[in-house]
């Protein structure tokens, strides 16, 4: 089955997580250290790679960001459309390798839990660097491996072949510097929560604001941002 027709197959149940306690309690965690990175501003050009059903193209929309969602899977953009309503967001179908932009395009790329089911993340994020503008900024969300979450995910893969994670590649904070190589970055950490639905939500929310802020082990998402300097232009 090709990477396609893969996410063609998940996508009519994909929006189900998000309608879950934990879901939306992973949701709001994990935009919080996307925003806190990417800091959108009303007006800019985003790119959102790996758009899948609309979840982070509409929230950047939602803040008056002018939003072009990505993806291959033209059942996961079809639900997009359909959530996207009135909200202008241009979708389309391409493939996050070989980004049909010019050179500049964009003040912002973001992709997050896209770059873990992509061949060659290298190429997609010096693709990602090529569209921004001078002084734009690539902000990822990662799923890490050594994590409460990495082990769920890599265990339902291991016992399901047809499994939506049997073809993701979680990251270890080690390999992320690979990502872009020479390239300087900034890191956050949080997702600390193991993933389980009987929680107490205000009790989660402070105990993530404690231990993102020590830099604890155990995290299970990763924020990254690179900025486009004068050595990567061009």
């Given at each position: ?115 873990e089911f992509m061949k060659e ?114």
């Amino acid at each position: 089955m090709t990477h396609l027709a893969w996410f063609d197959t998940f996508a009519k149940d994909y929006d189900q997580w998000y309608e879950s306690k934990l879901g939306r309690f992973v949701d709001r965690i994990e935009k919080r250290m996307i925003e806190s990175l990417a800091r959108p501003q009303r007006g800019e050009e985003a790119l959102d790679l790996g758009a899948g059903t609309g979840n982070y193209s509409l929230w950047l929309a939602d803040q008056g960001v002018h939003v072009t969602g990505l993806d291959l899977s033209r059942e996961m953009l079809a639900i997009a459309r359909e959530k996207a309503g009135d909200k202008k967001v241009r979708w389309v179908e391409g493939d996050a390798h070989d980004l049909p932009f010019a050179d500049g395009s964009f003040h912002l790329v973001i992709s997050v839990t896209a770059l873990e089911f992509m061949k060659e993340p290298q190429k997609v994020l010096r693709e990602a660097m090529r569209v921004l503008k001078p002084e734009g900024r690539i902000v990822l969300g990662l799923l890490a491996r050594e994590s409460p979450w990495g082990e769920l995910y890599s265990s339902l893969a291991a016992k399901d072949p047809a499994h939506l994670f049997a073809k993701a590649h979680l990251y270890r904070e080690e390999e992320i510097p690979l990502l872009l190589p020479g390239v300087e970055y900034t890191l956050r950490k949080g997702l600390y929560l193991p993933p389980i639905n009987d929680f107490d939500e205000e009790e989660a929310f402070a105990e993530e604001a404690k231990r993102s802020s020590s830099d604890a082990p155990g995290a299970g998402f990763f924020a990254v941002r690179w900025d486009k300097r004068e050595e990567e232009k061009g």
